[in-house]
T-cell receptor, first 110, second 113 residues
């Protein structure tokens, strides 16, 4: 996933907000995605945002999209221990393929 | 039952051996994918298929082959396994006409010794 970049690690205190950042390269991506991978499990689609939107909110999750800067972020409010996981950002440079970032490992500490 | 099932979940094999990883889905999706995951590298696409008669190479297809036996089945083979193919392998499905992301299997952890 060299076309999609994200930091590798994030440590956050329980109850605080987490912000995971991602930059992508393909401005033609129609959708951008956030996936969550819990230990020993596959990737689970967490949320996605259509490219003509700036923001999408879903309960504790807020996705912000800055198309000009090709920057995507995921904010998790009131982070819980169950939010500890690897979070992957992905873009869709074509209608048949997703390109993933390397994943951000989020560790929630008490 | 899981929507996308991968077998085996774990496998240790010796260098030079042929090994097949299997994937089956109940989603009714026409598109199927094989990815490998390596720490710090994320997911890289090995092969993908749009239907039984359509197979396409991804970015890292060397050393791998695939077979789409039916709409619901897509297997990945390592003809002669080598240690740098040690990784976590994921099968995924997608639905033509939508781009709401993929459904992933739970993965196969392969170790080549």
């Amino acid at each position: 996933g060299e076309d999609v970049e994200q930091s590798l690690f994030l440590s956050v205190r329980e109850g605080d907000s987490s912000v995971i950042n991602c930059t992508y390269t393909d401005s033609s991506s129609t959708y951008l995605y956030w996936y969550k991978q819990e230990p020993g499990a596959g990737l689970q689609l967490l949320t996605y945002i259509f490219s003509n939107m700036d923001m999408k909110q879903d309960q504790r999750l807020t996705v912000l999209l800055n198309k000009k800067d090709k920057h995507l972020s995921l904010r998790i409010a009131d982070t819980q221990t169950g939010d500890s996981a690897i979070y992957f950002c992905a873009e869709s440079p074509s209608d048949y393929k997703l390109s993933f970032g390397a994943g951000t490992t989020v560790t929630v500490r008490a | 039952d899981a929507d996308v099932t991968q077998t085996p979940r774990n496998r240790i094999t010796k260098t030079g051996k042929r090994i097949m990883l299997e994937c089956s889905q109940t989603k009714g999706h026409d598109r199927m994918y094989w990815y490998r995951q390596d720490p710090g590298l994320g997911l890289r696409l090995i092969y993908y298929s749009f239907d039984v008669k359509d197979i396409n190479k991804g970015e890292i297809s060397d050393g791998y082959s695939v077979s789409r036996q039916a709409q619901a089945k897509f297997s990945l083979s390592l003809e002669s396994a080598i240690p740098n193919q040690t990784a976590l392998y994921f099968c995924a499905t997608g639905d033509r006409g939508t781009n709401y992301g993929y459904t992933f299997g739970s993965g196969t952890r392969l170790t080549v010794v």
